[in-house]
């Protein structure tokens, strides 16, 4: 049985403005579900609708077999952390992390139990007797995970929880989080972020949300591996996948492409017959290009270089047509600036999109 079953859900603010639509989800107990999308695309509305901090206009949620649209958050047994960690400041970590018990009247043994194991869990056990101020943002964070942890709760959700850190401080508690979950095999997390790092290493599913719906859910691979439309192709991977328009000129087992401007690209999506002629885009992540002297999908000049280090992000202006192209090589290759290049790549890394939606998924 799903642990979160979201049926039909919608919401319409006050003022009848419709921000989310027939969103269907089953989450299974021991996921962890990222939510990602554009900016204002309703991820925090949705993780409030679920947590019962904002009203679910239509369809219903379930936990664990029960309704709970009408539930107060605090009987749904969902525990929420924030970006902002709210700690009380006149309160020693021991104390933030008590606090919900006390309040819920637990016996001591069991608070200072609870509190323990928490502790040891998020490596905060050093820090038990201090005040929040003299914690670090990476630190205190964890406090604010080890508030919810303590309440055992059936559902953890993370509203952006690492966007206050510091670059560095990110990864370590990025990692920090998947140790946790590991800790934890049967806790049900839902994370919502704009990292596309964090989604891609945290993440059982993905689920990606665009104009007020679902656009994919899957695994992260299986997302960046398989896109449904061009949407979700662009939205996962960085730089994005590049799109160019040609014709399907060969059908079958491999699809085969002339490109507008020149070149050609040959596909493992399977076309029909029917599908000769059909204008399309070409996708092509700028990490599976390769020089090629033969069949090329494109040829084109590098007009600027851009060094990160472990790689080089190429920028063509492609012949033919003028259209922008990136590409991506591993170490460092300022030499290529101003040479004229033919990029092909392995039929497997060619993808099809006909109107927006992958061959694949017609
Ligand atoms: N109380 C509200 N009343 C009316 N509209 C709202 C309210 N809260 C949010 N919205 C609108 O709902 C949409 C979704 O907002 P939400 O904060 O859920 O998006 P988000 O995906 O979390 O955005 P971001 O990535 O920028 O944090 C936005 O267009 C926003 O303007």
């Keep these: 049985m799903a642990n979160l079953k979201l049926t039909n859900v919608e919401k319409t603010y006050a003022g009848a403005v419709n921000v989310l639509n027939n969103i269907n989800l089953d989450i299974e107990k021991g996921e962890l579900i990222v939510f990602v999308g554009p900016s204002g695309c309703g991820k925090s509305t949705l993780l409030r609708m679920i947590a019962g901090l904002e009203k679910i206009t239509g369809g219903t949620l379930e936990i664990d077999g029960q309704v709970v649209n009408d539930m107060p958050p605090a009987m749904r047994g969902i525990a929420m952390v924030f970006q902002s960690y709210a700690l009380y400041p006149h309160m020693t970590v021991r104390e933030n992390m008590s606090f919900a018990l006390k309040i819920a009247k637990k016996p001591q043994s069991e608070i200072d139990a609870a509190v323990e194991r928490a502790a040891k869990m998020l490596q905060l056990d050093p820090y038990l007797d201090r005040l929040p101020k003299a914690l670090s943002g990476g630190q205190r964070q964890r406090v604010a995970i080890g508030r919810s942890i303590v309440r055992d709760p059936k559902v953890y959700l993370f509203d952006e929880p690492l ?90 087992q491999q699809t085969t492409v002339k490109m507008d401007g020149g070149g050609v690209a040959v596909s493992d999506y399977p076309t029909t017959d029917a599908d000769m002629g059909l204008k399309v885009n070409v996708g092509v992540r700028p990490e599976d290009f390769v020089g090629t002297s033969g069949d090329h999908i494109f040829e084109g000049r590098v007009e600027i270089t851009e060094a990160l280090g472990e790689v080089t992000l190429l920028y063509f202006e492609k012949q033919g047509d003028g259209h922008a192209v990136i590409g991506k090589l591993p170490g460092i290759h300022a030499e290529l600036r101003g040479k004229t290049v033919k990029l092909g790549a392995s039929p497997d890394k060619v993808h099809i999109f006909h109107n927006g939606t992958s061959l694949l998924y017609r």
């Design 163 to 252: 966007s206050n850190l510091d670059a560095a401080l990110r990864v370590a508690t990025r990692i920090e989080i998947a140790q946790l979950k590991e800790q934890m095999p049967e806790s049900t997390m839902i994370y919502v972020t704009h990292d596309q790092v964090e989604a891609m290493t945290l993440a059982s599913r993905i689920v990606v949300l665009a104009n007020k719906g679902i656009a994919q859910v899957g695994a992260p691979l299986e997302l960046y591996e398989r896109p449904n439309s061009e949407f979700v192709a662009q939205f996962i991977g960085s730089p994005s996948m590049n799109l160019l328009p040609g014709e399907i000129v060969g059908t079958g």
